[in-house]
């Protein structure tokens, strides 16, 4: 278990988005590497920007796959259209296209 959701470990769960803005709803995902630990991902880089992680995600049918070097961002958003993963959140976000909430 992280000491914090905003700084992933190897283990724990995150939501996989391929698209910024969001054009479908998250895909579960598993950290298997932190690839870059730098930042926090939590708005205040330190330093530079958030880390970069290693991914095995989930499809509805339950067919995984590999994803690699995707950032993990934590109250920001991504500025450019990447794919990003962020910690889950209590509730599913209220459409495909929009932005996680803190509710």
Same mark, same amino acid.
């Given at each position: 278990m992280a000491?914090?959701?905003t700084?992933?470990?190897v283990g724990m769960d995150v939501w996989y988005f391929s698209a910024a803005p969001p054009t479908a709803y998250p895909q579960a995902a598993k950290v298997v590497n932190v690839?870059?630990?730098a930042g926090s991902?939590?708005?205040?880089p330190l330093p530079g920007a958030? *880390?970069?992680l290693d991914l095995v995600t989930w499809n509805a049918a339950g067919t995984a796959a590999a994803v690699t070097g995707v950032p993990f961002y934590y109250g920001t958003r991504p500025a450019t259209n990447i794919a990003w993963c962020t910690m889950p959140r209590?509730?599913?976000p209220a459409? *495909?296209?929009?932005w996680p909430g803190n509710n």
């Open positions: 000491r914090s959701a700084r992933p470990i690839a870059t630990p991902g939590f708005g205040i958030g *880390p970069v209590v509730n599913m459409s *495909p296209t929009s």
